[in-house]
Each structure stands twice: as structure tokens, then as C-alpha cells.
């Protein structure tokens, strides 16, 4: 299994400032992940975070506006840039140990507001 | 694509049966089953890999029908912890390690 920390677990950001989440994994994995999930609702895939490269964005998000580093394999970061009030949302890691058939471990999330 | 979930949401008594579906119009490799509780991170129940396999995690259990690309949650005597959002992840290959999650399903255990 995989414990994953995330820092901050909430913060309140003014508009037009940045704010970099980090997520950290007690073991390797293979694959981390970036989901966003606004308030009573499901989680939307932002990106794969891939090791030593550019991470893999999903339809609807752009690497100026969530840039992704991942320098190994248990730490990565998400940046949400340029914030405004629809930002605001809770912003979870997820990594899973192996490709394949394997469960996916999430973080706590971080409780974004944007003011 | 997102997959689809039915129904949006359940209210039961304890002791009650109650199924989910997930369904999804591309071909999968797998599902995988989360339930959330407010506040907290998703807890994984089970996965079903393609070939229609039925898995068993104490009263809950689920099935995968490959050829309608579907895939059932069956919470049986239902129990107040059991309570929470549920949320069905899908792959549609072996080499991907991400999920898409469908829309998820509130489940309300009353006494």
C-alpha cells in the first residue's frame, strides 16, 4: 500500500496569486496523479504526473495554468497559477504502485479558496 | 469519456439492499469501486478486470459484464456506515494507470 501526504490541506489564496501543492508518497510508485473535485461533485482528472518530463495534461487543462513537476518517485507538485474564485476546489494526489490493474491511493486534498 | 452512474442517489434503512450501476460506452479494462465520506479522501472497495468477474468484500460485492460494458455495486444489509459517496473508476487499457471517475452515487443509511 501507499500513504500520501499533501501540504497544505486548505489555504485561502487572493486572486491573481499562485499556490503549489505538494504531495508526497512514503514508497515508490509507478504513477501519480492530479484530480480536482468541486463541491459535491466527482473527480476530474488534471493530469499524469510523469517522472523527469512534462506531465500529461487532460482535455480542458494547460500546463500554464496547472504546471506539474515530478523529480522522483514519490514527490510531486501541482501549481494553480493566475487563481480567480473558480479555481476554488479541493485539489487531490493520487498514485498507484503499478501499471495495470491496481487500486489507486488518494491523498487527503488540499481545500482550495480563492478569494 | 466519463463513465455514467445510476442511480444519482439512494436513501435506505438499515438492513436494506441497494445496487449502483456504472456504465460506460467505450470498452474497459477494468473498473474500479470508491466510496468517500464528506471531507475525506476516496477508500477503495474492489476492482473487476474485463472477463465479467464477480468480487465479494464482506457484505458488499460487485460485477463487470464485458460485453455491455457495465459494471454493478451491490451493498446487501446495509449498515449506517456505509453511508457516503460512491464513485466508479474505469481504465481502458492495462498500459494507463489513470482513472475516470464517473459522477458518483449518494448513499444515505438511515436508522
Known amino acids: 500500500s501507499a500513504v500520501i501526504s499533501q501540504k497544505p490541506s486548505r489555504d485561502i489564496c487572493q486572486r491573481g496569486t499562485s499556490l503549489t501543492i505538494q504531495c508526497q508518497v512514503d514508497?515508490?510508485?509507478?504513477?501519480m496523479f492530479w484530480y480536482r473535485q468541486q463541491p459535491g461533485q466527482s473527480l476530474t482528472l488534471i493530469a499524469t504526473?510523469?517522472?523527469?518530463?512534462?506531465?500529461?495534461?487532460e482535455s480542458g487543462f494547460v500546463i500554464d495554468k496547472f504546471p506539474i513537476s515530478r523529480p522522483n518517485l514519490t514527490f510531486s507538485t501541482l501549481t494553480v497559477s493566475n487563481m480567480s474564485p473558480e479555481d476554488s476546489s479541493i485539489y487531490l494526489c493520487?498514485?498507484?504502485?503499478?501499471?495495470?490493474?491496481?487500486?489507486?491511493?488518494f491523498g487527503q486534498g488540499t481545500r482550495l479558496t480563492v478569494v | 469519456q466519463q463513465p455514467v452512474q445510476s442511480p444519482q442517489a439512494v436513501i435506505l434503512r438499515e438492513g436494506e439492499d441497494a445496487v449502483i450501476n456504472c456504465s460506460s460506452s467505450?470498452?474497459?479494462?477494468?473498473v474500479h469501486w470508491y466510496r468517500q465520506k464528506h471531507g475525506e479522501a476516496p477508500v477503495f472497495l474492489m476492482i473487476?478486470?474485463?472477463?465479467?468477474e464477480q468480487k465479494g468484500h464482506e457484505k458488499i460485492s460487485a460485477s463487470f459484464n464485458e460485453k455491455k460494458q457495465q459494471s454493478s455495486l451491490y451493498l446487501t444489509a446495509s449498515q449506517l456506515s456505509y453511508s457516503g459517496t460512491y464513485f466508479c473508476?474505469?481504465?481502458?487499457?492495462?498500459?494507463?494507470?489513470?482513472?475516470?471517475f464517473g459522477q458518483g452515487t449518494t448513499l444515505q443509511v438511515k436508522p
Open positions: 493520487s498514485a498507484t504502485l503499478r501499471r495495470g490493474a491496481t487500486e489507486a491511493f
Open positions: 514508497s515508490q510508485v509507478t504513477m
Open positions: 504526473a510523469n517522472q523527469g518530463s512534462e506531465a500529461t495534461y
Open positions: 467505450k470498452a474497459l479494462y477494468s
Open positions: 473487476l478486470l474485463k472477463g465479467g
Open positions: 473508476g474505469t481504465r481502458g487499457s492495462s498500459n494507463t494507470g489513470k482513472l475516470i
